[in-house]
Structure formats: structure tokens, C-alpha cells
T-cell receptor
Framework: SQTIHQWPATLVQPVGSPLSLECTVEGTSNPNLYWYRQAAGRGLQLLFYSVGIGQISSEVPQNLSASRPQDRQFILSSKKLLLSDSGFYLC?????????????FGQGTRLTVV | GENVEQHPSTLSVQEGDSAVIKCTYSDSASNYFPWYKQELGKGPQLIIDIRSNVGEKKDQRIAVTLNKTAKHFSLHITETQPEDSAVYFCAASETRYSSASKIIFGSGTRLSIRP
């Protein structure tokens, strides 16, 4: 069966520090991968999505970046965090099919920038 | 691009009553509409979905309806129970076979079931 791992679960970082969140998927190949951010009490904002290794589409211009160095690995990074980067970050994977793209989410990383 | 609006933002119902959450979408190319349930501190979980060639789908106490003409879709929960308390998200996406589908979410509804 497919599983998605996301870590760390919680993270407190000072303003201006770098960020690296990692997400890996097991049990499937060539998945679509997504990074979402959920601000407190808000909806899910799509940040990046990827159809394959090295292929990243950005939805929202910001100081975050994403990379996909391996088929089932998706990394969210920042060189210098801002206070506004605080939120709940969710990685998801999906597979194209006739029924549309279901998204399966990880457990999320709660990032607090102080 | 696609824009999904969801109402209400909060909903409180008596246990045993029904709850209805409504969403609208803007992109007529969207053809897949999933609903997710998010419990506190966890990632969202898919609970039911509907494709654009279907008007209604039911799974036990949960049903979804879709009106493609009006670009509306709704989630109906009957005989609500305490464990139904959570945040619910609607979403819309377009099936694409040559590239990834963007899955656009509504802003969420916090459902509380009163005992």
C-alpha cells in the first residue's frame, strides 16, 4: 500500500533562518506531488506541484522553493524565513486517472517562525 | 485559474440533525470534486468524491451533489454524530493526462456537533 511520510511534525525557526521540509512517498511510482500551506483557521493554499523529477510548478510567488531530486521525494525550502511563513505545511501525492486526481496527504509540519 | 468558494465557514448542528456544506467553482473545465475531512493536527483525508458525469453520490450517511450548469456542489451529512466534528474542505480539479492536475481547495468549514 502507498504511504506518505513528512517530517518534522513541528518546527520552530527564527526569522531569517533557512528551512528544509522533506516528504517521501512509498508504494507508488511517478506520483504527482504537491505542497500546500494552511494558515491558522484558513484553507489550503497550493504552493508547488510536480509531475516528475526536476519538474516543479510554482503557484504563488514567495520566498519558498521546491525541489524533486528523486521520483518519490519532494522538498520545500527557504533561504531566509519570514514571520509570514508560519503555518501548517502539507505534502500530498496523487495519481492521474479517469476519475481525476485524488490527493493523499501527509500528517503535516507545523512551522512557527519566531 | 480555478477558484473554489466554500460556505459556511463554521457550522454547528445538534447531534442527529443534518449538516450541509456548499461550494462553488469557477472553471468549467473542472471535472472532479473531492471532499476532505481534517481532524485537529492531522492532514486532510478524502471522504467522498464525485465526477462531473454524475449528479449525486452517496456513501452511508454522506452524500454529495453536483450541479455542473450552476457550478455548485454540496456535501450532506445526515444523522450527525460527535465524531463528525472536524474541518471539511471541498476541492476541484481537472483531469489531465499529460500533466499534473492542480487541486484547488475551498477555505474550509469547521463543523461542530452539539451533544
Amino acid at each position: 500500500s502507498q504511504t506518505i511520510h513528512q517530517w518534522p511534525a513541528t518546527l520552530v525557526q527564527p526569522v531569517g533562518s533557512p528551512l528544509s521540509l522533506e516528504c517521501t512517498v512509498e508504494g507508488t511510482s511517478n506520483p504527482n506531488l504537491y505542497w500546500y500551506r494552511q494558515a491558522a483557521g484558513r484553507g489550503l493554499q497550493l504552493l508547488f506541484y510536480s509531475v516528475g523529477i526536476g519538474q516543479i510548478s510554482s503557484e504563488v510567488p514567495q520566498n519558498l522553493s521546491a525541489s524533486r531530486p528523486q521520483d518519490r521525494q519532494f522538498i520545500l525550502s527557504s533561504k531566509k524565513l519570514l514571520l509570514s511563513d508560519s503555518g501548517f505545511y502539507l505534502c500530498a501525492w496523487g495519481v492521474q486517472g479517469a476519475r481525476g486526481t485524488e490527493a493523499f496527504f501527509g500528517q503535516g509540519t507545523r512551522l512557527t517562525v519566531v | 485559474g480555478e477558484n473554489v468558494e466554500q460556505h459556511p465557514s463554521t457550522l454547528s448542528v445538534q447531534e442527529g440533525d443534518s449538516a450541509v456544506i456548499k461550494c462553488t467553482y469557477s472553471d468549467s473545465a473542472s471535472n472532479y470534486f473531492p471532499w476532505y475531512k481534517q481532524e485537529l493536527g492531522k492532514g486532510p483525508q478524502l471522504i467522498i468524491d464525485i465526477r462531473s458525469n454524475v449528479g449525486e453520490k452517496k456513501d452511508q450517511r454522506i452524500a454529495v451533489t453536483l450541479n455542473k450548469t450552476a457550478k455548485h456542489f454540496s456535501l450532506h451529512i445526515t444523522e450527525t454524530q460527535p465524531e463528525d466534528s472536524a474541518v471539511y474542505f471541498c476541492a476541484a480539479s481537472e483531469t489531465r493526462y499529460s500533466s499534473a492536475s492542480k487541486i484547488i481547495f475551498g477555505s474550509g468549514t469547521r463543523l461542530s456537533i452539539r451533544p
